[in-house]
């Protein structure tokens, strides 16, 4: 038996006062839309059909392959939506309906309510909230079934003291569900064809029906507004750094931490206040990352050590090697065992080997430095003629002095040294040292031109 997933998102989210359509404001790095596909694909799902109406075209871009979207030409209301996704689908497939705009309902909660569908008529997802306003009430008979949901503003006070509201999540088999959605009305407060109306129908046909819950709230929490979104951002984030702790990282303030894409981190790695993390990033373990860094798509091995305020892209941190406070590695840096990048040190594009150090003030792109090797602070590589890029090659126990410009394509041989100043414009050879600057002069019987004219007494000048 088959897995449909569709997703509603053709409605308009006014109250996130966007230019574009709601389910593509981000959470923790991606869409919200994006937060429920990759739950879908988790469970497996045969087909996945995306309802677009309100910015269908920027919401089609953003579907990925394999993804359908189907147009709900008018808002009509959440069973319109659906009845307008079912068409072709295998009456015998199970149907998981799931919003937009709530992104974050977890795995085993989703498998729970697509079992309990196998089992019964229908399969909803319900939760108990203090303040239920807003919400579709759950309303139960005498033996404690569900027997069908009343929406807010069709709610008498009765059915609005009622705490356990509808999340929106159901699950069902394909056939009887286009059956009961091809059949609903629009009388109602709101004049729409609501989704919702599906349970009463299976209920007063002697249908079977099972209400899920979470294991979390926040699990089934929808996003209408920048505050909420805010709110849900948080709770997450908060909920990642538990895992991250449960997986024997400290995290300096949970409250601090912000995981914008998927963080793998081991034991005894130390993530102090600040810092954001993007992409993939993998960290070993017994890590220290200070104060407020960035990592995008980056690894760190074991026992490396990123100071403060380093920003860290596409890179490669070795087993024990030290970078910051201040760096900037961007793509293509990799760093090797215990080499060292200090601060205002912008690499790219680099492999820096064993136990090499760049200290402090320099770029160093398109380049590849051997072991054990020290460039002074202040170094530049040229890597760019306007048109090009060259590549610069820095054997081992190389040391430049402070302030060389190297100029691309230039190699620098094994052990060798070049004087500080030098504009290096062709080779170095190895185990000698190449220097190249204007030679000092210091100018015998030389005057300042203030001096000159009014001699040593007068201080007017100062
Ligand atoms: C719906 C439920 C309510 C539940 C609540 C949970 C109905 C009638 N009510 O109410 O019981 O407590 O969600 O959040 O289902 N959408 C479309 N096309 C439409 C209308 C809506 O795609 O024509 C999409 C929206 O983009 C949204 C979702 O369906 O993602 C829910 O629609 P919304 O209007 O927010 O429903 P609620 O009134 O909140
Ligand atoms: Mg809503």
């Known amino acids: 038996m088959g897995l449909n997933v569709i997703v509603l998102a053709a409605g308009e989210g006014r109250r996130m006062r966007s230019r574009g359509p709601k389910v593509l404001v981000d959470l923790a790095g ?11 694909a988790l469970l497996g799902a045969d087909r996945v059909r995306v309802v677009v109406g309100h910015g269908a075209d920027a919401v089609r871009a953003a579907v990925p392959q394999g993804v359908e979207t189907v147009l709900q030409p008018e808002q009509r209301g959440t069973g319109d939506a659906v009845a307008s996704a079912l068409g072709g689908l295998n009456a015998n497939d199970t149907t998981l309906v799931l919003y937009g705009d709530v992104p974050l309902p977890q795995r085993a909660t989703l498998e729970a309510l697509v079992e309990a569908a196998h089992r019964t008529d229908l399969s909803l997802l319900t939760v108990n909230v203090d303040h239920p306003a807003g919400y579709g009430r759950i309303v139960r008979d005498a033996n404690g079934n569900v027997s069908r949901i009343v929406e807010e503003r069709d709610a008498g006070p009765e059915e609005r003291a ?13 056939g009887p569900l286009a059956r009961h959605v091809a059949a609903l009305d629009r009388d109602n407060a709101q004049g729409e064809y609501y989704l919702t109306d599906v349970i009463g129908r299976v209920a007063s046909a002697g249908g079977t029906i099972a209400a899920v819950q979470p294991d979390h709230e926040w699990e089934v929490r929808g996003v209408n507004s920048r505050t909420q979104l805010a709110a849900l951002e948080r709770t997450w984030q908060a909920w990642l750094a538990e895992e991250l702790m449960a ?45 407020h860094c960035v990592l995008r798509d980056t690894t760190v091995a074991d026992d490396a050590v990123i100071e403060p305020h380093s920003v860290l892209q596409g890179a490669e941190i070795g087993r024990g090697c030290s970078v910051g406070p201040f760096a900037r590695l961007r793509p293509g840096s990799r760093l090797r065992e215990a080499a060292k990048v200090g601060n205002f040190v912008e690499t790219k594009n680099t492999d820096l080997g064993a136990g090499s150090k760049i200290n402090h003030l320099s770029y160093v792109g398109d ?35 402070s302030d060389c410009q190297l100029v691309a394509p230039v190699t620098i041989g094994d052990g060798a040294t070049v004087g500080a100043g030098t504009t290096l414009t062709s080779d170095a050879p190895p185990e000698r040292l190449t220097v190249g600057r204007a030679r ?13 004219d009014a001699g040593p007494d007068d201080k007017s000048s100062e």
């Open 30 to 40: 991606r869409t919200l839309l994006q937060h429920v596909l990759d739950r879908a």
């Open 162 to 174: 009622l705490t356990e509201i509808n999340t929106g999540l159901l699950a069902m088999r394909t």
């Open 440 to 452: 000092q002069r210091t100018i015998e019987g030389w005057t300042r031109p203030a001096d000159r």
């Open 367 to 401: 380049t590849e430095v051997g072991p054990k090797s020290n460039i002074g602070a202040g170094v530049i590589t040229c890597n760019y003629d306007g048109y090009r890029k060259h590549r610069t090659v820095i054997g081992e126990r190389a040391f430049i002095g």
């Open 247 to 291: 997986a024997g990282v400290s995290v300096r303030d949970p409250g601090r931490i912000d995981i914008r894409g998927n963080l793998h981190a081991e034991c005894d790695t130390t993530i102090d206040v600040g810092c954001v993390f993007e992409g993939d990033v993998r960290l070993g373990a017994g890590v220290r990352i200070g104060a």
